[in-house]
């Protein structure tokens, strides 16, 4: 684990925390620090630095089915390329909590259902962290004070226990659509705290990956980053 002190500079003092991406294969970014901090409109449970990815094809499509459901209702969550893909650790270290009992729910890509759905935010904060993060499993990287979470995790998927030593790259879950989610995807952010109800977002950045930016149709190399908006990335 390394500190990344110049960049941490740049938003502030503070701690800071660099992994690798936690998947194979192209990804793309959705809430980013690269575009505004917090990333997701909120400091609450942590998020502030906190970072989607949305798993896609060459064609950067999440899912390659459409229907009269797309427009208008809900979708199952199978239908799109990120539910059930492997998630991996982004570091070194120890697991130190893990929730698992919280149902994939349906898919939203319709105003239809994502504007209701919106108005219910309220509501399912109130009911706790884990309505909104649904399955998770948090991490303490070796050599640090601070915690890396990710949530969303598909329901009966994870395969670590609290206690367990991890190693970068080792499998601990599949990509899930649980908790305050619309669409399967990968949330992952560091925090000061296990307890969602009180952290603190920690800049969260990573090692090296590949981005193509929007028209791109080769990839640059990044490093030391948060990876930028509405780009596709992959840890290749």
Not at 55 to 73: K, P
Request: charged share 15%; proline share 7%.
């Amino acid at each position: 684990m390394y500190d990344n002190e110049a960049s941490v500079s740049s938003h502030g003092s503070g701690p800071s925390v660099i992994g690798s991406l936690p998947f194979a294969g192209r990804w793309l970014v959705g809430s980013t620090p690269a575009k505004r901090i917090p990333s997701h409109g909120t400091d609450m449970f942590g998020v502030g630095y906190a970072i989607d990815f949305i798993a896609v094809d060459e064609q950067n499509r999440t899912s390659s089915s459409t229907s009269w459901r797309t427009l208008l209702g809900t979708e199952s969550p199978e239908i799109f390329y990120a539910f059930g893909m492997p998630v991996v650790s982004p570091v070194s270290g120890k697991v130190v909590s893990v929730h698992n009992g919280e149902p994939d729910h349906e898919a939203r890509r319709s105003y239809f259902t994502l504007i209701p759905y919106m108005m219910g935010q309220g509501g399912r904060i109130r009911r706790g962290p884990g309505t909104i993060a649904g399955n998770y499993v948090i991490i303490a990287p070796d050599n640090s004070d601070v915690f890396i979470a990710i949530v969303h995790l598909q329901l009966d998927s994870l395969v670590v226990e609290e206690g367990q030593c991890m190693s970068e790259g080792q499998h601990i879950a599949n990509c899930g659509n649980s908790g305050n989610s619309t669409q399967p995807h990968i949330h992952i952010q560091a925090m000061t705290s296990t307890d969602f109800s009180i952290t603190k977002g920690v800049p969260l950045y990573f090692r090296e990956f590949s981005q193509w930016n929007k028209g791109a149709s080769e990839p640059m190399t990044r490093e030391n980053a948060f990876p930028d908006a509405d780009t596709v990335v992959s840890p290749e």
